[in-house]
């Protein structure tokens, strides 16, 4: 079955840091960009980072850029994204998204893991 | 950053009408543009992209046009499961932003 499997979500106390995994599963995952994309409670969306699949290029929005790290360790399939010096503006739930090929909309998403940013 | 301003934020409709969606571009982003459908609890699903292209799987009732800063999102019947959140977003260029959402309730 074709799946992104989000997990590392939870409770941290602003300023510290959370790792975010995403397991991919029935796509050749190497093929592929992939992306975080984030929504706070009851809010809409935000893109927050992508990954070319070469790994070459990685893109982020303001707001997390010199905070937020995302990675790829293709031997496990696995989407990752590093955040530190978490604020509370950064809760929300974090979704796995999969990059449509030549194009940078997101054609498959996981179920998300949640972050609550709170002292 | 381009920002996406949806309109109407909310539309009540019934089952079987027809429902228009609005997004605009603070500038042209062509037609790199997609629509997204999310309902309570759930991510997201693709419906549209680069402005007419439906995705796979999605039923010919949803179609999409517009290009350079103003589109739109059409449902020619509205069926039970569509009524959700609907969002734009845009590939012209880093960063990818996200439209505030359209709400598609039962009137």
């Known amino acids: 079955e074709v799946q992104l499997l989000e997990s590392g979500g939870g409770l941290v106390q602003p300023g510290g840091s959370l790792r975010l995994s995403c397991a991919a599963s029935g796509f050749t995952f190497t093929r592929y960009a992939m992306s975080w994309v984030r929504q706070a409670p009851g809010e809409g969306l935000e893109w927050v980072s992508c990954?070319?699949?070469?790994?070459?290029?990685?893109y982020y929005t303001g707001s997390v850029r010199g905070r937020f790290t995302i990675s790829r360790d293709t031997s496990k399939n696995t989407l990752y994204l590093q955040m530190n010096s978490l604020r509370a503006e950064d809760t929300a739930i974090y979704y796995c998204?999969?990059?449509?090929?030549?194009?940078?909309?997101?054609?498959?998403w996981g179920r998300g893991t949640l972050v609550t940013v709170s002292s | 950053e381009i920002v996406l301003t949806q309109f109407p934020a909310t539309l009540s409709l019934s089952p079987g009408e027809r429902a228009t969606l609005s997004c605009r571009a603070s500038?042209?982003?062509?037609?790199?543009l997609a629509w997204y459908q999310q309902k309570p609890g759930q991510a997201p699903r693709l419906l549209i992209y680069d402005a007419s292209n439906r995705a796979t799987g999605i039923p010919a009732r949803f179609s999409g046009s517009g290009s350079g800063t103003d589109f739109s999102l059409t449902i020619s019947s509205l069926e039970p499961e569509d009524f959700a959140v609907y969002y734009c977003q845009h590939r012209y260029n880093w960063p990818l932003t996200f439209g505030g959402g359209t709400k598609v309730e039962i009137k």
């Open positions: 998204a999969r990059v449509m090929p030549h194009y940078w909309y997101f054609d498959l």
């Open positions: 500038q042209s982003v062509t037609s790199y």
């Open positions: 990954i070319s699949d070469t790994d070459i290029d990685t």
